[in-house]
């Protein structure tokens, strides 16, 4: 089992920026690919983007294409969520997620990952 943990959300001004980072612990060799979702208040939890182990292969929702960046470093188990130009709709509970296999574009369902984070808030104010 592989446990991972988020850190790095807080209030920020719109037009702002931050950087989550998940740390991975346990059983890292299952999680080869990382993702981060999030889930805003009265919505489904959804796919914000997705890498693989070696950084090959990266995937970002349409939403936050060209503002954010996924980037990992596999010697400190971390993967990054770097947030750019933010706006008040990015408000969320961001969560991290693992899982093995290859990712592809398609890599963009809950049910695709089979480790979670316990979520870290993100608070875009306008």
């Known amino acids: 089992q592989v446990q991972l943990v988020e850190s790095g959300g807080k209030l920020v001004q719109a037009g702002g920026s931050l950087r989550l980072a998940c740390l991975a612990s346990?059983?890292?060799?299952?999680?080869?690919?990382r993702g981060w979702f999030r889930q805003a208040p009265g919505k489904e939890r959804e796919f914000v983007a997705a890498?693989?182990?070696?950084?090959?292969?990266?995937y970002y929702a349409d939403s936050v294409k060209g503002r954010f960046t996924i980037s990992r470093d596999n010697a400190k188990n971390t993967v990054y969520l770097q947030m750019n130009s933010l706006k008040p709709e990015d408000t969320a509970v961001y969560y991290c997620?693992?899982?093995?296999?290859?990712?592809?574009?398609?890599?963009?369902?809950?049910?695709?990952?089979?480790?979670w984070g316990q979520g870290t808030q993100v608070t875009v104010s306008s």
């Open positions: 997620a693992a899982s093995g296999g290859l990712i592809t574009s398609a890599t963009t369902k809950r049910s695709d990952f089979h480790s």
């Open positions: 346990g059983r890292t060799f299952s999680a080869v690919n």
């Open positions: 890498i693989n182990w070696s950084g090959s292969s990266i």
